[in-house]
C-alpha cells in the first residue's frame, strides 16, 4: 500500500535551491538530482518503515548519488516531508524545522 506523500512548502522550497544549485553547476544536474530525490521519495512511499527514527518520530530518506537527506514524518496514511537538507551542514539544523 502506498501512502499519499505530502511535501510542505519549506521542503518545496529546499528541492528548488537545490536543483537550481546543481544544475548551475552542470547543465542537467539538476534535473538529475530531481530524479533520485523522486526515487527517495517513492521507495519511502513504498515502505514508510524503511528508515529509522532520528528524533520524535521523524525519519529521513538519503538521496543516492547526492548528499540530501528528506526528513519526513508518518502522519496517519500521510507521508509528510517538512525539509531536505544538505548532509554536509549541521547535523541537528533540521531538527530546529521538526513540526510539533
Given at each position: 500500500?502506498?501512502?499519499r506523500?505530502?511535501?510542505?512548502?519549506?521542503?518545496?522550497?529546499d528541492?528548488q535551491?537545490a536543483?537550481?544549485?546543481?544544475?548551475?553547476?552542470?547543465?542537467?544536474?539538476?534535473?538529475?538530482?530531481?530524479?533520485?530525490?523522486?526515487a527517495?521519495?517513492?521507495?519511502?512511499?513504498?515502505?514508510?518503515?524503511?528508515?529509522?527514527?532520528l528524533?520524535?518520530?521523524?525519519?529521513?530518506?538519503?538521496?543516492?548519488?547526492?548528499?540530501?537527506g528528506?526528513?519526513?514524518?508518518?502522519?496517519?496514511?500521510?507521508l509528510?516531508?517538512?525539509?531536505?537538507?544538505?548532509?554536509?551542514?549541521?547535523?541537528?539544523?533540521?531538527?530546529?524545522?521538526v513540526?510539533?
Open positions: 500500500m502506498k501512502y506523500l505530502i511535501v510542505r512548502g519549506e521542503a518545496k522550497a528541492v535551491l536543483a537550481r544549485r546543481y544544475e548551475l553547476q552542470r547543465p542537467g544536474l539538476g534535473r538529475e538530482f530531481m530524479a533520485e530525490l523522486d527517495a521519495l517513492n521507495r519511502v512511499s513504498g515502505n514508510r518503515f524503511q528508515y529509522q527514527v528524533h520524535r518520530e521523524t525519519r529521513r530518506a538519503i538521496v543516492h548519488r547526492f548528499p540530501y528528506a526528513f519526513y514524518r508518518i502522519e496517519g496514511n500521510n509528510v516531508v517538512f525539509c531536505l537538507i544538505h548532509l554536509h551542514q549541521d547535523p541537528a539544523s533540521w531538527k530546529s524545522r513540526p510539533e
